[in-house]
């Protein structure tokens, strides 16, 4: 977690999983990025799972994320 002017940003390398298999969740003041892919006949082939506990000052409501077309996830929350 970084602090950039009135936000923070968690940044994550994705860019080996497609946009519907990445899932960002959020809950007591952590974030969770989770992603599966899944091969052809049903198997999990590569799993990614990232927990970060974010600072006391975030506004739990403001969560917002973008993927780069480098495949980059960066999650944004506004600092109170």
Do not use: W
Request: aromatic residues 4%.
């Amino acid at each position: 977690v970084r602090a950039q002017g009135d936000t923070y940003q968690v940044v994550a390398d994705v860019s080996q999983f497609e946009p519907p298999d990445i899932v960002v969740t959020t809950s007591n003041c952590y974030v969770t990025i989770q992603a599966e892919k899944v091969a052809e006949d049903g198997t999990v082939c590569d799993t990614f799972t990232h927990k970060c506990q974010l600072p006391e000052d975030t506004d739990p409501l403001s969560v917002s994320c973008a993927l780069t077309e480098m495949g980059t996830l960066v999650i944004t929350v506004r600092r109170r």
